[in-house]
């Protein structure tokens, strides 16, 4: 994955708001021989994933938290210490 996608990508956000993946494909076409979409699309998932990025909708993303979402999980089989 290269850092250049991603500063891009995220720039882009900063300045717009949102980003739509074809727009991503054509702003980061370049740095990518062969099927750009694909190295794309899974740039902005890697940055759904770290939290950089909130997907809105299918192929919409806006700016994140920065923050990963991991839910509190609560075993009821677990006792309390105190």
């Not at 290269?2 to 980003?19: L, N």
Request: glycine share 8%; hydrophobic share 25%; proline share 1%.
């Amino acid at each position: 994955m290269s850092v250049a996608t991603r500063k891009k990508i995220i720039q882009y956000v900063q300045e717009h708001g949102e980003i739509t993946t074809s727009k991503a494909i054509e702003l980061c076409k370049s740095n990518y021989y062969c099927n750009a979409g694909h190295h794309v699309g899974e740039v902005l998932t890697t940055l759904v994933k770290s939290g950089d990025l909130f997907r809105e909708k299918r192929g919409t993303y806006k700016k994140g938290s920065g923050k990963k979402y991991s839910p509190e999980t609560k075993d009821e089989n677990q006792q309390k210490l105190f």
